[in-house]
């Protein structure tokens, strides 16, 4: 069995997509855009380049994503706060470091990423695209 999960973004899928896929080393699968899902004659212009599905795996998980607006008109802001949140367990601090500056990296983080009770180090971030991250080494 395969976990996967389904984000959406605000115009910026194939951008995270892209930023995902080099932060763990991986390539992106697949990619869709609404122009070839739906008779492009039929599409305003903005939208035919919306990203319709896009796709990476990393080990077990699945991460599939795309543009708000190609099939819903869901509104997603940069002040928006995820009511789910992907969790990466490093190895080692250093990949827990490594890992949480670069999510951060034009973000915001929630929790600075330090010793908890419930792990070794804890840390909390919304990436530059809107999704949460925890990086959490037991």
């Known amino acids: 069995m395969r976990l ?55 080990e077990n998980l699945t991460l599939n994503g795309e543009d708000v607006g190609v099939f819903n008109d869901l509104s997603i802001s940069r002040n928006h706060q995820p009511n789910q949140w992907l969790v990466i367990y490093p190895d080692s601090r250093e990949e827990a470091d490594k890992f949480f500056a670069q999510l951060a990296e034009g973000g915001r983080v929630l929790y600075a990423l330090e010793k908890q009770p419930f792990a070794e180090f804890y840390g909390r971030v919304i990436d530059r695209f809107g999704i949460g991250w925890d990086v959490m080494l037991k």
């Open 4 to 58: 996967g999960v389904f984000l959406s973004f605000n115009g910026q899928a194939e951008e995270a997509f892209r930023f995902y896929a080099d932060l763990f080393q991986t390539e992106i699968k697949g990619i869709a855009r609404a122009s070839d899902m739906m008779d492009p004659a039929s599409l305003p212009a903005e939208k035919r380049n919306k990203i319709a599905w896009i796709a990476l795996d990393i």
